[in-house]
């Protein structure tokens, strides 16, 4: 029986196209190793855009961050300061708790007010780290329900660029991508990461803070 040409003209673009989804452990055999610990340890910063589905940026932010570790257990807290094309300037919170389950793969889960996520989960290989996770996303009043499928690259052993595409019911809702790094500054001003893991503070220029994000830029 013949098949109309339709038919195997789709067949035939489906099979191609499960064929192009980059995994984890296509990068295995690259450097420098993105080690979980290593990178999210200390004090970090990171600065990024926030586009939407039409690749405007609607928001600039700045992500104030400090991990730690027990035993492969961690702790990333990160305080974002968003500016709109306005110059008004927000402020949320989020703190993320981390297990690294293998040399390779991590499980997570946060809370906070830059969006509640319930259960992450990722991979880690070469220069690259890949994870998912649902965003319980407040906006407003309201609170959105959306997806985020997060590559992070490690350029250098102390900076990432993150590439995240977010959508909403399988919508495309915009695309967050910012670029992170340690702040050995920020390390040797204060101690190590277990001295200022107590009460947060994090300093960028003149704002030092004690968890409050009010008075910094």
């Known amino acids: 029986m013949k098949r109309p040409i339709g038919t195997i003209i789709g067949v035939a673009v489906l099979a191609a196209l499960s064929g192009c989804a980059t995994l984890p452990k296509d990068y295995a055999h690259s450097t420098p190793k993105f080690a979980l610990q290593d990178f999210f340890n200390g004090p970090l910063i990171a600065t990024g855009v926030f586009q939407n589905r039409s690749g ?28 709109d094309d306005k110059g008004q300037k927000t402020y949320a919170n989020r703190v993320w708790h981390l297990t690294e389950v293998s040399s390779h793969h991590f499980t997570g889960s946060a809370e906070g007010s830059a969006g509640a996520v319930p259960s992450a989960s990722g991979d880690a290989y070469g220069f690259a ?23 992070m690259y490690m350029i ?26 340690s702040w050995p500054p920020l390390r040797e001003k204060l101690g190590s990461p277990g001295d200022i893991a107590g009460p947060l503070i994090l300093a960028t220029g003149d704002c030092v803070t004690n968890g409050k994000r009010p008075h910094c830029p």
């Open 56 to 83: 405007k940026v609607v928001n600039r932010f700045v992500v104030r961050m400090l991990g730690t570790w027990q035993g492969n257990q961690g702790t990333l807290v990160e305080h974002f300061t968003y500016t």
């Open 156 to 181: 250098q052993p102390d900076v990432v660029i993150d590439r995240t595409d977010v959508t909403w019911y399988g919508l495309h809702a915009g695309d967050p991508g910012k670029i992170a790094k």
């Open 129 to 151: 780290l890949h994870w998912t996770y649902n965003v319980l996303q407040p906006v407003g009043k309201k609170t959105y329900n959306l997806h985020a499928d997060d590559w």
